[in-house]
């Protein structure tokens, strides 16, 4: 084992450390649902970026720990709450937080897990109120990208789906490597940082909407709940019976559900939709040179897992 590769195990496993220890007192009501919803804490994808990125910077461990676990922790406090608004039953293979213990315990613990990200943050020995603010302005943009999410009355132009889903998606991509960078104060070109987390956001909600139609074995989310869907906005496009998928649409009628989720499934535009995911994988990877040295191999990283996924997730669609 190389020891970058034991390095990164070992800040792994201090993060895992870290959530036990900051997890509310036992005796509090917000314990149970905390442990639970941890009990499979999913890639730690955010706390990873965190990680890296303050590793590249050359930022102490203690510091990188506590805004690791702070950019994972607003992640999953979107989570806990993006359940709600959804009625989702499930998260990670296990019932959410608002199937098993209530909308009010999941609001409250979702409170409760940004009011800590937030005291993470500030704890840092550098920063310390930038971070919060990074974090409290990232919290920000999300809640509008959700809003427009769960508002959208109408099936999307793809203009308006990329505005949703980079709103949704990049904030909180883009904290975790943000912070580092504004705790070390390296010189970097923000504009381009930000357009190549975009990018990733976009690549990264696109797969997740293919993942939503196809295959159409299961029922779509999206459609069930008319939210803004990739794929969708190009069918409502691109297809020969368009008018009548957009009045069905419009209707809120879900009993046609399956039969147009399987239209959209063998339908040209799921290759289309791929297609946009690679490009803004490609354009994405592209940018990476724009960034300083030390932040390359992050945002390569970056662009290698949400392409990785795509690849993962588009050969299970031919298998």
């Known amino acids: 084992m190389s020891l970058l590769r034991e390095h990164q195990i070992l800040q792994v496993e201090a993060l895992h450390a ?13 314990y149970r649902p905390a442990v639970h919803h941890f009990n499979n804490p999913g890639k730690f994808f955010r706390a990873q970026l965190a990680l890296s990125s303050a590793t590249a910077v050359g930022l102490n461990s203690a510091d990188s720990l506590l805004w690791a676990a702070a950019c994972e922790l607003l992640h999953n406090a979107s989570l806990v709450h993006d359940d709600i608004s959804d009625a989702s039953c499930y998260r990670r293979g296990q019932e959410s937080v608002n199937k098993k213990f209530g909308s009010d315990t999941a609001l409250c613990l979702g ?9 993470l943050a500030a704890r840092s020995s550098h920063n310390g109120g930038e971070l919060v603010a990074l974090l409290a302005a990232s919290m920000q943009r999300t809640c509008i990208g959700q809003i427009s999410d769960i508002t959208q009355a109408r099936c999307p132009t793809l203009a308006e789906w990329k505005k949703v889903a980079t709103g949704k998606t990049a904030p909180l991509l883009l904290a975790p490597i943000k912070g580092a960078v504004t705790t070390s104060q390296l010189d970097v070109n923000l504009t381009a940082l930000e357009e ?3 990018l990733c956001g976009l690549a990264y909600q696109g797969r997740n909407d293919i993942d939503d139609i196809v295959p159409s074995s299961h029922r779509s989310s999206d459609l069930d709940g008319r939210n803004p869907n990739l794929v969708v906005c190009l069918y409502s496009t691109d297809a020969a019976d368009s008018a009548e998928f957009i009045r069905w649409y419009d209707s809120l009628d879900v009993t046609m559900l399956v039969s147009w ?10 290759l289309t939709a791929n297609q946009y995911v690679e490009s803004w994988l490609v354009q994405a990877e592209s940018l ?8 390359q191999p992050v945002a390569l990283q970056l662009v290698s897992s949400v392409k990785q996924e795509a690849v993962v997730d588009r050969r299970s669609q031919l298998a």
């Open 111 to 119: 409170d409760w897990m940004i009011a800590k990200a937030f005291e």
């Open 18 to 30: 870290l959530f036990r220890q900051e997890l509310p007192e036992v005796g509090s009501a917000l």
């Open 288 to 295: 990476v040179a724009s960034l300083p040295s030390q932040l």
């Open 196 to 198: 190549l987390i975009e």
């Open 261 to 270: 989720q399987r239209r959209i499934a063998s339908h040209p535009v799921i």
